[in-house]
């Protein structure tokens, strides 16, 4: 009987010994209670507590968390039907609101977070929920964060992982998508064609300023040469008169021979000329500037002695 006792007593003992001492682990807060009222909360480390008066009411994770979003339908602005899912990173920065704020923390906050996913996904069309994830998430983890600051949770990143429209929706955003593209290609290759035709019509344009300023430029230096040889004519001309106004008849028979020989040169370049007949008065013509040359060879000798001797009648004047 003695023994049973004992064995009692030791029993007892133990229990209000692990009752007295209390060990918080690293990342965990406890909180404390006095016949069933909350009246603190222990911190990691040792604690002492009076047995059976007060005890342990919540053990809090003061780690951050992640909680996964389920996949939900959602029916977009323009009406379509999307599956979208996510996760959700959270933290309990008040053990004792978390505790007594709110009854079933992680499942109060994943219906809040699906609901308001819902919300906001409602609020955009397809093609805007598929390209603004990150406004999206913005959008999500200000309304999150602001709802569950009242239950000592801090929200700290949220994040829409899979946004899937139907098989159907996806098979026509393709064709869209490609009908697109083959619109851009052939926008640019017009654009292409169009700077082609511009640059080639640019470019002729050039070569004819080009080919006309040529033209200009060979007209005003054909007449140029014909205005010098205008000149000329009329100086040997004028040179001529004063020679037969002075009585020399050799001045007379060079003008006559060398038009003469600029005629047989004109008809000897005819394209339809098979045979050039000379007339009679050609040898008279070779014979006049046979005479000319003579002349000349005189008259130079004659200034080279310091006289001229007077001048010989070619035959063609005679």
């Known amino acids: 009987m003695g023994a049973v006792v004992a064995l009692v007593v030791i029993v007892v003992a133990v229990i209000v010994i692990a009752k007295l001492i209390r060990i918080v682990p690293q990342g965990y807060e406890w909180t404390v209670e006095m016949f069933g009222k909350y009246t603190g909360t222990l911190t990691p480390g040792l604690h002492f507590l009076i047995p059976f008066v007060y005890s342990i009411g919540r053990k809090m994770n003061m780690m951050e968390q992640v909680l996964d979003v389920p996949s939900q339908d959602v029916i977009t602005k323009d009406n379509a039907v999307v599956k979208v899912d996510g996760v959700v990173f959270y933290q309990v920065l008040d053990a004792a609101k978390a505790a007594y704020e709110v009854a079933n923390l992680e499942t109060a906050a994943l219906a809040l977070i699906m609901t308001n996913i819902r919300t906001v996904l409602g609020s955009m069309d397809l093609d805007e929920s598929l390209s603004q994830r990150d406004a999206i998430n913005a959008k999500l983890l200000g309304v999150i964060d602001e709802a569950t600051h009242p239950w000592g949770v801090k929200v700290t990143r949220i994040e829409i992982k899979d946004i899937s429209p139907p098989r159907d929706l996806v098979d026509a955003m393709a064709r869209q998508m490609k009908a697109e593209r083959e619109k851009r290609a052939n926008i640019l290759d017009a654009e292409g064609f169009r700077q082609a035709a511009i640059l080639k019509a640019d470019g002729e344009k050039q070569s004819a300023i080009l080919e006309a300023e040529g033209k200009k430029e060979a007209a ?82 004659g200034q080279q002695k310091g006289h001229v001797e007077p001048p010989r009648t070619p035959p063609l004047m005679r």
């Open 220 to 301: 005003f230096r054909e007449a140029e040469a014909r205005e010098r040889l205008a000149e000329a004519e009329a100086k040997a001309t004028t040179m001529v008169s004063q020679a037969i106004a002075g009585g020399d008849v050799n001045a007379l028979n060079y003008f006559v021979a060398t038009k003469y020989v600029e005629a047989l040169v004109e008809m000897a370049k005819s394209p339809n000329q098979k045979t050039l007949l000379l007339p009679m008065e050609s040898t008279g013509i070779l014979g006049s500037l046979a005479g000319i040359a003579e002349l000349a060879k005189d008259s130079l000798a």
